[in-house]
Each structure stands twice: as structure tokens, then as C-alpha cells.
T-cell receptor, first 111, second 115 residues
Framework: QKEVEQNSGPLSVPEGAIASLNCTYS??????FFWYRQYSGKSPELIMS????GDKEDGRFTAQLNKASQYVSLLIRDSQPSDSATYLC???????????FGTGTRLQVFP | DADVTQTPRNRITKTGKRIMLECSQT?????MYWYRQDPGLGLRLIYY???????NKGEISDGYSVSRQAQAKFSLSLESAIPNQTALYFC??????????????FGPGTRLTVL
């Protein structure tokens, strides 16, 4: 079992729709979780962080966390073509005190 | 000004050459990391440093070495470059501490090609 699992995609959604990106992780001790956006050939950019069960909203982005299910998700409302990128899920590992990055989900938003 | 800078941004070199990639940060963070990224393989940790006197190997350290010259500077060296080290290399920093301070901030990356 991978430490962090994400569907590689591509996930294709029409402009204006909600994009839902999912991530599961294996380290039950993880307490903080991060979502990064990465455009092709560019560096990862932190877009969301979440530490408690439930939802956290920031503009068009909502992060959802369920520690019991070891599941974290990112919702992007009113998706725009500029949201087309790869989204990396990164739980903080309690055991190693480092971020563990998933391989990412590629999102394509078409006009 | 960028908080995390990497030099060079692009480098083409030949097999067997020694290469140094440099990373500097103005964020005042104690922790620094070097990753490489290959298509389909995601980010893989090469080395990391939690403070100036602390250097640790990551999951793919063979063929690489690092130097933490100061809190703000962390260099990655390829002693004898080989073609399968062709990749995109990222430096990242994070604050010292747990809880909400685990996020990492990335430099712009160095695209390295070994011929």
C-alpha cells in the first residue's frame, strides 16, 4: 500500500463545474494535511492546509478531512481553465516528521 | 523578491561532470529539502536538513551529496553526473516545529539534463 494514494487522472470537468480531488493516506498519526497545485514544469504551490476533521473553505477551494477514514479531499468550485494543473496531496507524517507527497491528480478544465 | 531561489534554473551537462545546484532562502526557515521530480514518479526526497548541523538522507540519496553552508543555503552536488539524473530538481523550506508549521515552500526548480 502506498503511503499516499491519489487517482492520477486526468480528471476532466467543464468550466464552471465542481472538481473533486481525493486522497487517502496510511499514517494514522498524521495531523496536518496540505494540497499543492503544480503547473507543468513549475514548482508546487501551497493552496490549502487542513488540520481538523471537517471542511475548510478558502475562496473557491474547500478541503475536507476525515481522519477516521484516512481521507482528505479538495473541492474546486466554479472551475476555470486556469485551474488545469496537477494537484498534490501531502500529509505530514508523524513518524518521520516530513511531508509525504502523493503523485498527484491531473485536472483538466475545458471551456 | 522570491523567498526561495535556485541556481541555475537550467543546466545541460555531460556524463561524468560534477554539478552543484544551489538553494538560498530568505524565509528564515530552519528546515531545507532537496527533491527530484520525474514524469509519473512524483516528488522524491533526496536529502533534507532540519538545521545547519543536521543532514539526513532521503529515499534516493545515492549519487548525490549536500552541504548546508548556513541556515539560508543548502547545496546539492552530483559528483559524477549520469543520464538517469536528468530531472527537475526542487529545493523546499519549512519552519521548525510541529502542528501547523509543517508546510513546505518550494523554489522555482532547476531543470537538469545530463547527456
Amino acid at each position: 500500500q502506498k503511503e499516499v494514494e491519489q487517482n492520477s487522472g486526468p480528471l476532466s470537468v467543464p468550466e464552471g463545474a465542481i472538481a473533486s480531488l481525493n486522497c487517502t493516506y496510511s499514517d494514522r498519526g498524521s495531523q496536518s494535511f496540505f494540497w499543492y497545485r503544480q503547473y507543468s514544469g513549475k514548482s508546487p504551490e501551497l493552496i490549502m492546509s487542513i488540520y481538523s476533521n471537517g471542511d475548510k473553505e478558502d475562496g473557491r477551494f474547500t478541503a475536507q478531512l476525515n481522519k477516521a477514514s484516512q481521507y482528505v479531499s479538495l473541492l474546486i468550485r466554479d472551475s476555470q481553465p486556469s485551474d488545469s494543473a496537477t494537484y498534490l496531496c501531502a500529509p505530514h507524517s508523524y513518524n518521520t516528521d516530513k511531508l509525504i507527497f502523493g503523485t498527484g491528480t491531473r485536472l483538466q478544465v475545458f471551456p | 523578491d522570491a523567498d526561495v531561489t535556485q541556481t541555475p534554473r537550467n543546466r545541460i551537462t555531460k556524463t561524468g561532470k560534477r554539478i552543484m545546484l544551489e538553494c538560498s532562502q530568505t524565509k528564515g526557515h530552519d528546515r531545507m529539502y532537496w527533491y527530484r521530480q520525474d514524469p509519473g514518479l512524483g516528488l522524491r526526497l533526496i536529502y533534507y536538513s532540519f538545521d545547519v548541523k543536521d543532514i539526513n538522507k532521503g529515499e534516493i540519496s545515492d549519487g548525490y551529496s549536500v552541504s548546508r553552508q548556513a541556515q539560508a543555503k543548502f547545496s546539492l552536488s552530483l559528483e559524477s553526473a549520469i543520464p538517469n539524473q536528468t530531472a527537475l530538481y526542487f529545493c523546499a523550506t519549512s519552519p521548525l516545529g510541529g502542528g501547523s508549521y509543517n508546510e513546505q515552500f518550494f523554489g522555482p526548480g532547476t531543470r537538469l539534463t545530463v547527456l
